[in-house]
């Protein structure tokens, strides 16, 4: 599903990530665990093309690293940032359906109904600005947005960082009930507590090398 082979990062000078690889099957959620500045956020923005990277990232057959970062999303790609990154004066529900505006992806209403039926604490509040949310509430349609482009594959960015123990259990609940729809999910998370039960095996990466360990 996703076979990343020698990916290479470096800010400037400095090189970030070194030579990383990891496969991923599809429908298989794995974590990526490492401490804060290993390297996680840069890998996740490499792939999703924020970052220039050498190497080879297969999605499918497709090399995401041999696209402009603005088609990736339209492969299936979908992206939750640690700092959630939503537009503070538009709604939740034009937050949630941003990805499709560049992709002009068929069934958008469609998909926005199932992503309401999982989680239907967004939809209640779907006409509200994302301004007006909580930190958590924003988390949560972070992921709904993430959901929107991500057919195919999520690439989640400390989903759990700075919730409170209630909505970190239901954001668990939600992630759990992926696994029936045959999404694979990459978790980047600083510490295992929180994804150990949702994980089929995870990728461990330091001062930015991977090794996996099922």
């Given at each position: 599903?996703?076979?990343?082979?020698?990916?290479?990062?470096?800010?400037?000078?400095?090189?970030?990530?070194r030579?990383?690889?990891?496969?991923?099957?599809?429908?298989?959620?794995?974590?990526?665990?490492?401490?804060?500045?290993?390297?996680?956020?840069?890998?996740?923005?490499?792939?999703?093309?924020?970052?220039?990277?050498?190497?080879?990232?297969?999605?499918?057959?497709?090399?995401?690293?041999?696209?402009p970062?603005?088609?990736?999303?339209?492969?299936?790609?979908g992206?939750?940032?640690?700092?959630?990154?939503?537009?503070?004066?538009?709604?939740?529900?034009?937050?949630?359906?941003?990805?499709?505006?560049?992709?002009?992806?068929?069934?958008?209403?469609?998909?926005?109904e199932?992503?309401?039926?999982?989680?239907?604490?967004?939809?209640?509040?779907?006409?509200?600005?994302?301004?007006e949310?909580?930190?958590?509430?924003?988390?949560?349609?972070?992921?709904?947005?993430?959901?929107?482009?991500?057919?195919?594959?999520?690439l989640?960015?400390?989903?759990?960082?700075?919730?409170?123990?209630?909505?970190?259990?239901?954001?668990?609940?939600?992630?759990?009930?992926?696994?029936?729809?045959?999404?694979?999910?990459?978790?980047?998370?600083?510490?295992?507590?929180?994804?150990?039960?949702?994980?089929?095996?995870a990728?461990?990466?330091?001062?930015?090398?991977?090794?996996?360990?099922?």
């Amino acid at each position: 599903m996703l076979k990343v082979e020698n990916l290479s990062v470096s800010i400037g000078p400095i090189p970030i990530i070194r030579n990383a690889s990891l496969a991923m099957n599809e429908g298989e959620m794995c974590g990526l665990i490492g401490r804060n500045g290993a390297g996680k956020t840069t890998l996740l923005r490499a792939l999703m093309g924020a970052l220039p990277a050498t190497g080879k990232a297969e999605l499918g057959h497709v090399d995401l690293l041999a696209l402009p970062a603005h088609r990736r999303a339209g492969h299936g790609v979908g992206y939750m940032p640690e700092d959630r990154r939503l537009v503070p004066e538009f709604t939740v529900e034009e937050n949630i359906r941003l990805p499709t505006w560049a992709t002009l992806a068929d069934g958008v209403d469609e998909r926005l109904e199932w992503i309401y039926s999982i989680m239907p604490e967004v939809a209640r509040f779907a006409n509200r600005r994302a301004l007006e949310l909580s930190g958590g509430q924003q988390k949560m349609v972070a992921l709904a947005r993430a959901l929107m482009a991500g057919t195919r594959i999520l690439l989640l960015d400390e989903p759990f960082e700075g919730l409170a123990p209630a909505l970190a259990r239901r954001l668990g609940e939600v992630l759990a009930n992926l696994k029936n729809e045959g999404v694979s999910v990459l978790i980047a998370e600083s510490n295992e507590v929180h994804v150990f039960d949702l994980l089929a095996r995870a990728f461990f990466i330091e001062r930015g090398s991977v090794t996996d360990r099922r």
